[in-house]
Each structure stands twice: as structure tokens, then as C-alpha cells.
């Protein structure tokens, strides 16, 4: 091998080494904020030009509760009914999408008579990619812990369980 050759070499290991930390580093530190949890192509809604995001609360987990007048009398929480929350009121009590990824960071202190519900967090609506659907936040329990999905704005889309907001102040 010719020194040339061994200088690309080691300029090629370099890169992809350099390429590496860069990744790694990047995710440990965005690992802790809720655009973690936007899948990749997707964005927080704009509607008339305002990011549809209550942001974060000051909650404790274990006193976060599920609207029951959202449920109606199914106990589901239905997609084209959620379209009636937009544009989001930043002024509503109901938890968005940085508040979930407090719960799921927290979710040892959720009461387990949510485990059989989903938690709808209605505060923060997405965007899919290319202005496609609308979204909100959920979690669910499976087996032993809790995970984050999204519930589609749209007609024949539901979930069980209610829209989670904070228990108001006695």
C-alpha cells in the first residue's frame, strides 16, 4: 500500500468515526426533549400561522386525570371529534405533547387504573409528512410499561380511554 493509499485510509476511518460521535452525541442530548418523540418527517401543526402547542406544564404525574366529558358515554376518544379542539386554545387545561414525554419519563408514578385507557394528550396537534393528517399523542400500556403512539384526525379513527389533563386546584 502506498502512503497515498494509507492516508485515505485513515482519512476514511476518521470521517466515519467522527460521523459516529456525532450521531451518538446528538441523540443523547435531543433524548430528553419532546421533538424526540415527533417521528421524523413530521412537524407541529401551523394553523392561521400559530404552532398548535400548549408546551409544557408543571404537573406530578400521579395527579394527572382523563376528562370524562371527552369520553361521552363510549369511553373511546374518537379522531374526527378531536378535529373539533383545532386550532388549539393555548389556554385549555388539557396536556400536550412535551407533558407526555414528562409522563413517559415519569410513568412509574401513573395510576394503574389508567393501564386498560389510553391517555390522550390533545394539547399539541402534528402534521405528517407532505401536509398530510393530523395527529395527537397517546399512550398505552403494554405487558410492563407505558409507550407513545398517535391517534389520526380522522373519521373511523378511535381510541379508549379520555383526553389527560391536571387535576384542577382544590
Same mark, same amino acid.
Given at each position: 500500500?502506498?502512503?497515498?493509499?494509507?492516508?485515505?485510509?485513515?482519512?476514511?476511518?476518521?470521517?466515519?468515526?467522527?460521523?459516529?460521535?456525532?450521531?451518538?452525541?446528538?441523540?443523547?442530548? /435531543?433524548?430528553?426533549?419532546?421533538?424526540?418523540?415527533? $417521528?421524523?418527517?413530521?412537524?407541529?401543526?401551523?394553523?392561521?400561522?400559530?404552532? /398548535?402547542?400548549?408546551?409544557?406544564? +408543571?404537573?406530578?404525574?400521579?395527579?394527572?386525570?382523563?376528562?370524562?366529558?371527552?369520553?361521552?358515554?363510549?369511553?373511546?376518544?374518537?379522531?374526527?371529534?378531536?378535529?373539533?379542539?383545532? $386550532?388549539?386554545? $393555548?389556554?385549555? +387545561?388539557?396536556?400536550?405533547?412535551?407533558?407526555?414525554?414528562? +409522563?413517559?419519563?415519569?410513568?412509574?408514578?401513573?395510576?394503574?387504573?389508567?393501564?386498560?385507557?389510553?391517555?390522550?394528550?390533545?394539547?399539541?396537534?402534528?402534521?405528517?409528512?407532505?401536509?398530510?393528517?393530523?395527529?395527537?399523542?397517546?399512550?398505552?400500556?403494554?405487558?410492563?410499561?407505558?409507550?407513545?403512539?398517535?391517534? +389520526?384526525?380522522?373519521?373511523? /379513527?378511535?381510541?379508549?380511554?379520555?383526553?389527560?389533563?391536571?387535576?384542577?386546584?382544590?
Amino acid at each position: 500500500m502506498s502512503v497515498g493509499e494509507i492516508g485515505v485510509v485513515i482519512l476514511v476511518v476518521w470521517i466515519v468515526c467522527l460521523g459516529l460521535y456525532v450521531h451518538i452525541h446528538y441523540k443523547r442530548k /435531543q433524548s430528553d426533549k419532546p421533538a424526540s418523540l415527533i $417521528p421524523i418527517g413530521w412537524a407541529i401543526a401551523m394553523i392561521d400561522g400559530v404552532a /398548535q402547542d400548549v408546551g409544557r406544564s +408543571t404537573f406530578n404525574v400521579s395527579d394527572i386525570e382523563l376528562d370524562s366529558s371527552s369520553e361521552e358515554d363510549t369511553g373511546y376518544v374518537y379522531g374526527e371529534d378531536m378535529r373539533l379542539y383545532m $386550532p388549539v386554545n $393555548p389556554h385549555m +387545561t388539557y396536556l400536550g405533547l412535551a407533558d407526555a414525554k414528562h +409522563t413517559l419519563d415519569h410513568q412509574a408514578e401513573i395510576a394503574p387504573k389508567f393501564r386498560d385507557k389510553c391517555l390522550v394528550f390533545a394539547g399539541t396537534i402534528l402534521r405528517g409528512p407532505g401536509g398530510g393528517n393530523y395527529y395527537m399523542a397517546f399512550l398505552y400500556w403494554k405487558v410492563d410499561r407505558w409507550y407513545c403512539n398517535f391517534l +389520526t384526525l380522522v373519521s373511523g /379513527q378511535r381510541v379508549q380511554g379520555g383526553l389527560v389533563r391536571c387535576k384542577p386546584a382544590a
